[in-house]
């Protein structure tokens, strides 16, 4: 019997391949051996005895550990903060690998597919689990890019708490803002790392600042940096006044140096950690009642005194309570600073107990996840993550239960906790109703299979990948029978067809890039239809009288509306009908084939004669709704973008000029270091191909996010452009 096992599609790939295959040792050696053409494994993959690498600990130990002593958490962060680096420290310190991966020699542990290790980037979630000190500390890897922040929101939801991942020289970022949004709205207590200590312009001081701005997170200083840039070669544990320091001549920092500090030795160092120390009890005390109550009774003489373990129980309450924020700092590249990392992680972040979900959970076949690789277990404790394997019908986001009687006693559970929800917000019930937000793709393009004969092929790799990633989206083009595929950006839709070739052996052929546009009316319209057909010896008639308005919403799904004199009599399966005949509209609008957004339909009649069809009466209701969409004054919406341009000053100008150009609209240019911030919006449409140009401006200097931010109104004269262009005309 199981308890309190909560499962997700972690590692979406795998689960995928499983299922096809449904022996996934064939899985991982077919990939390494398309792997090894273009990729400098720096370890020994293919030699695995069973499942196991070489270079990777023996799991025995660390089966079924207490729930007390498990830690579930993510490593969030924007693009090239250092996740995978500091993963790979991670993995190595814990003696989970016998080398260090490096992003940039493409062979770390978590960034396992192809794309992940050409690119240096993370595009799909990998989850290890390792020990460190007694602890089980199951740990997932999550991508930075901006396209793939769907696979990011879908972790958070399994996790007990996470490792905000900064750039010390760039502090909060448009990408940490996102996935610090997302942690936010499932209640993830954090801790923050700032990386990159030794790099030029790091500044832990700003890093810390911003996050106090940007994040509006209360940041509790545990550590001081020693040194900074060219310069930084430790740490000071403020709840312990001890120093760290690091052995610059050691290649791999796995031995450091903790000493107290002493009045004799560092007279400077220990004045500034004893200031930062009662600041940090104050700070504290502030917030956590029973901290202020020991605080005021036994120490409030001499901070000094309090014993450190005393103040790490409090800082626990606060991380948990979500009221500040732990921050950290090192150099992941340096070797420096993740040890204690590790320490706080199981110190201060949660046990799946302390986050109180209430599930039970029966499952038959179950796998522990070690990046690519997995081992089958006979069971699981309460608090562990784990795969399973053949689910047909199981997308991300379900939660699964053990059975009918499980589920409707949690669904019950829910309704009694959702009557107390005004006066406390509770766990179990979020996590058990909240899915994942799918965000909606902005680009599409048709995709072709190499001949009709594969086409089967092309739809069965599509379904699949829809599976694990339900950002991207599929359909099929009425007027041409094109498939096209809709996804969250450039990168998205490359990286989809990258794996369409390498994973499922199809050579397809993507057409143009195109923007995801939306239509709107802008004036009140009725209009009627009829639709009588005999087939057979039956007469189908229908007449319908609807009106489609505008109104505010910013919502693809219309508002659907009934007159009083027919909502009354009006039979359930007719009603479906109406309703999906309305949606099938509106999914194709008069001007650009695109989605109708921000529409109310009125249904004024509805006469039809006995015997008539439902999907007669779909039909009809969908003609006479598009009648009225056409008759309509009409609007192109595009979407439109926040943009965060991250630049050396002497780029600072081409990079306006060429935003000028591109119809952007700049809000704000902010300085952080030696480099500007540019923040505003641009049209998408003006933005492709963005990456390319601006390493060509600015020498490969500059980086920048995009994040969709609304769908806006088109001028008369893009818009005729556009709709020219579409139509062959120019
Ligand atoms: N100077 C310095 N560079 C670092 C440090 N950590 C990582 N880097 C470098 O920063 C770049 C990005 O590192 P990654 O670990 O791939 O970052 P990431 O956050 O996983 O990136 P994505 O997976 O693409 O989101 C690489 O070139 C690393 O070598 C650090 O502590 N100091």
């Given at each position: 019997?199981?308890?309190?096992?909560?499962?997700?599609?972690?590692?979406?790939?795998?689960?995928?391949?499983?299922?096809?295959?449904?022996?996934?040792?064939?899985?991982?050696?077919?990939?390494?051996?398309?792997?090894?053409?273009?990729?400098?494994?720096?370890?020994?993959?293919?030699?695995?005895?069973?499942?196991?690498?070489?270079?990777?600990?023996?799991?025995?130990?660390?089966?079924?550990?207490?729930?007390?002593?498990?830690?579930?958490?993510?490593?969030?962060?924007?693009?090239?903060?250092?996740?995978?680096?500091?993963?790979?420290?991670?993995?190595?310190?814990?003696?989970?690998?016998?080398?260090?991966?490096?992003?940039?020699?493409?062979?770390?542990?978590?960034?396992?597919?192809?794309?992940?290790?050409?690119?240096?980037?993370?595009?799909?979630?990998?989850?290890?689990?390792?020990?460190?000190?007694?602890?089980?500390?199951?740990?997932?890897?999550?991508?930075?890019?901006?396209?793939?922040?769907?696979?990011?929101?879908?972790?958070?939801?399994?996790?007990?708490?996470?490792?905000?991942?900064?750039?010390?020289?760039?502090?909060?970022?448009?990408?940490?803002?996102?996935?610090?949004?997302?942690?936010?709205?499932?209640?993830?207590?954090?801790?923050?790392?700032?990386?990159?200590?030794?790099?030029?312009?790091?500044?832990?001081?700003?890093?810390?600042?911003?996050?106090?701005?940007?994040?509006?997170?209360?940041?509790?200083?545990?550590?001081?940096?020693?040194?900074?840039?060219?310069?930084?070669?430790?740490?000071?544990?403020?709840?312990?006044?001890?120093?760290?320091?690091?052995?610059?001549?050691?290649?791999?920092?796995?031995?450091?140096?903790?000493?107290?500090?002493?009045?004799?030795?560092?007279?400077?160092?220990?004045?500034?950690?004893?200031?930062?120390?009662?600041?940090?009890?104050?700070?504290?005390?502030?917030?956590?009642?029973?901290?202020?109550?020991?605080?005021?009774?036994?120490?409030?003489?001499?901070?000094?005194?309090?014993?450190?373990?005393?103040?790490?129980?409090?800082?626990?309450?606060?991380?948990?309570?979500?009221?500040?924020?732990?921050?950290?700092?090192?150099?992941?590249?340096?070797?420096?600073?993740?040890?204690?990392?590790?320490?706080?992680?199981?110190?201060?972040?949660?046990?799946?107990?302390?986050?109180?979900?209430?599930?039970?959970?029966?499952?038959?076949?179950?796998?522990?996840?070690?990046?690519?690789?997995?081992?089958?277990?006979?069971?699981?404790?309460?608090?562990?993550?784990?795969?399973?394997?053949?689910?047909?019908?199981?997308?991300?986001?379900?939660?699964?239960?053990?059975?009918?009687?499980?589920?409707?006693?949690?669904?019950?559970?829910?309704?009694?906790?959702?009557?107390?929800?005004?006066?406390?917000?509770?766990?179990?019930?979020?996590?058990?109703?909240?899915?994942?937000?799918?965000?909606?793709?902005?680009?599409?393009?048709?995709?072709?299979?190499?001949?009709?004969?594969?086409?089967?092929?092309?739809?069965?790799?599509?379904?699949?990948?829809?599976?694990?990633?339900?950002?991207?989206?599929?359909?099929?083009?009425?007027?041409?029978?094109?498939?096209?595929?809709?996804?969250?950006?450039?990168?998205?839709?490359?990286?989809?067809?990258?794996?369409?070739?390498?994973?499922?052996?199809?050579?397809?052929?993507?057409?143009?890039?195109?923007?995801?546009?939306?239509?709107?009316?802008?004036?009140?319209?009725?209009?009627t239809d009829t639709l009588d057909r005999t087939l057979?010896?039956?007469?189908?008639?229908?007449?319908?009288?609807?009106?489609?308005?505008?109104?505010?919403?910013?919502?693809?799904?219309?508002?659907?509306?009934?007159?009083?004199?027919?909502?009354?009599?009006?039979?359930?399966?007719?009603?479906?009908?109406?309703?999906?005949?309305?949606?099938?509209?509106?999914?194709?609008?008069?001007?650009?084939?695109?989605?109708?957004?921000?529409?109310?339909?009125?249904?004024?009649?509805?006469?039809?004669?006995?015997?008539?069809?439902?999907?007669?009466?779909?039909?009809?209701?969908?003609?006479?709704?598009?009648?009225?969409?056409?008759?309509?004054?009409?609007?192109?919406?595009?979407?439109?973008?926040?943009?965060?341009?991250?630049?050396?000053?002497?780029?600072?100008?081409?990079?306006?000029?060429?935003?000028?150009?591109?119809?952007?609209?700049?809000?704000?240019?902010?300085?952080?270091?030696?480099?500007?911030?540019?923040?505003?919006?641009?049209?998408?449409?003006?933005?492709?191909?963005?990456?390319?140009?601006?390493?060509?401006?600015?020498?490969?200097?500059?980086?920048?996010?995009?994040?969709?931010?609304?769908?806006?109104?088109?001028?008369?004269?893009?818009?005729?452009?556009?709709?020219?262009r579409r139509s062959g005309l120019t």
């Open positions: 019997m199981l308890s309190n096992l909560r499962i997700c599609a972690v590692s979406h790939q795998t689960i995928s391949s499983v299922h096809i295959n449904n022996i996934c040792c064939y899985k991982v050696r077919a990939s390494l051996k398309r792997l090894k053409p273009h990729v400098p494994l720096g370890r020994n993959y293919s030699s695995l005895p069973g499942l196991i690498g070489n270079d990777i600990k023996s799991l025995h130990s660390i089966i079924n550990p207490p729930i007390a002593k498990i830690r579930n958490i993510g490593i969030m962060a924007h693009i090239d903060a250092g996740k995978t680096t500091t993963t790979e420290r991670i993995l190595y310190y814990s003696g989970y690998t016998r080398s260090l991966g490096d992003v940039d020699d493409g062979d770390t542990v978590t960034d396992f597919m192809a794309q992940e290790r050409e690119r240096g980037i993370t595009i799909q979630s990998a989850a290890v689990t390792f020990d460190w000190k007694g602890y089980r500390v199951n740990l997932i890897d999550t991508p930075g890019h901006v396209d793939f922040t769907l696979e990011v929101e879908r972790c958070l939801r399994v996790l007990d708490g996470a490792v905000a991942i900064f750039d010390a020289s760039a502090g909060v970022e448009a990408q940490t803002l996102t996935v610090w949004r997302q942690a936010d709205k499932h209640n993830i207590p954090r801790i923050c790392f700032l990386n990159k200590m030794d790099k030029t312009g790091a500044s832990f001081k700003y890093a810390v600042e911003s996050i106090r701005e940007k994040l509006k997170a209360k940041p509790l200083l545990l550590q001081l940096p020693i040194g900074e840039a060219k310069t930084f070669k430790g740490v000071v544990d403020v709840v312990t006044k001890e120093k760290l320091l690091w052995n610059s001549n050691s290649n791999d920092g796995k031995d450091f140096e903790r000493k107290p500090l002493l009045e004799i030795s560092d007279p400077e160092l220990l004045k500034e950690t004893t200031e930062a120390r009662n600041a940090l009890i104050e700070q504290v005390a502030d917030l956590d009642d029973e901290f202020a109550d020991l605080v005021l009774e036994e120490f409030s003489e001499n901070f000094d005194l309090l014993p450190a373990e005393k103040l790490q129980t409090a800082i626990h309450r606060v991380t948990l309570a979500q009221t500040a924020v732990p921050v950290l700092c090192g150099s992941a590249l340096k070797n420096k600073g993740i040890q204690p990392l590790l320490d706080a992680v199981t110190v201060y972040l949660p046990s799946p107990e302390e986050r109180n979900y209430e599930f039970l959970e029966r499952i038959s076949r179950l796998l522990l996840p070690f990046a690519d690789q997995h081992v089958e277990i006979p069971s699981l404790t309460a608090g562990n993550i784990a795969l399973t394997v053949g689910l047909k019908h199981t997308a991300t986001g379900d939660t699964i239960v053990s059975s009918k009687s499980s589920a409707l006693a949690a669904a019950r559970r829910a309704e009694r906790e959702g009557e107390k929800k005004h006066r406390q917000n509770n766990e179990a019930e979020r996590v058990l109703l909240a899915g994942v937000e799918i965000p909606e793709p902005v680009f599409f393009c048709t995709i072709e299979p190499p001949s009709v004969s594969k086409q089967p092929d092309l739809e069965h790799a599509l379904k699949c990948l829809q599976r694990e990633d339900p950002s991207l989206k599929v359909r099929l083009d009425p007027d041409s029978g094109q498939t096209v595929l809709c996804g969250m950006g450039e990168l998205h839709i490359e990286i989809i067809h990258d794996r369409i070739k390498r994973e499922y052996g199809l050579e397809t052929y993507l057409g143009p890039l195109q923007v995801a546009y939306r239509e709107t009316i802008l004036n009140s319209v009725r209009a057979g010896d039956k007469r189908h008639l229908v007449t319908v009288e609807v009106e489609a308005r505008p109104i505010e919403t910013s919502s693809v799904t219309p508002v659907i509306e009934y007159a009083e004199s027919i909502s009354e009599g009006l039979l359930k399966v007719s009603k479906e009908a109406i309703e999906s005949g309305i949606h099938s509209a509106c999914l194709q609008g008069p001007l650009l084939g695109s989605p109708v957004q921000d529409v109310a339909i009125t249904l004024y009649s509805l006469t039809v004669h006995p015997g008539t069809s439902t999907t007669m009466i779909s039909a009809c209701v969908s003609r006479c709704v598009q009648k009225a969409l056409k008759k309509a004054d009409k609007q192109v919406l595009e979407p439109l973008m926040n943009l965060e341009v991250t630049v050396a000053r002497d780029y600072l100008s081409p990079v306006l000029a060429d935003l000028a150009q591109r119809r952007g609209n700049i809000q704000e240019i902010q300085t952080r270091q030696d480099n500007k911030v540019v923040i505003g919006f641009v049209p998408l449409a003006d933005i492709m191909g963005y990456s390319t140009v601006l390493r060509t401006l600015t020498s490969g200097s500059a980086t920048f996010a995009l994040e969709l931010s609304t769908y806006q109104a088109m001028n008369s004269q893009d818009q005729n452009t556009l709709l020219n």
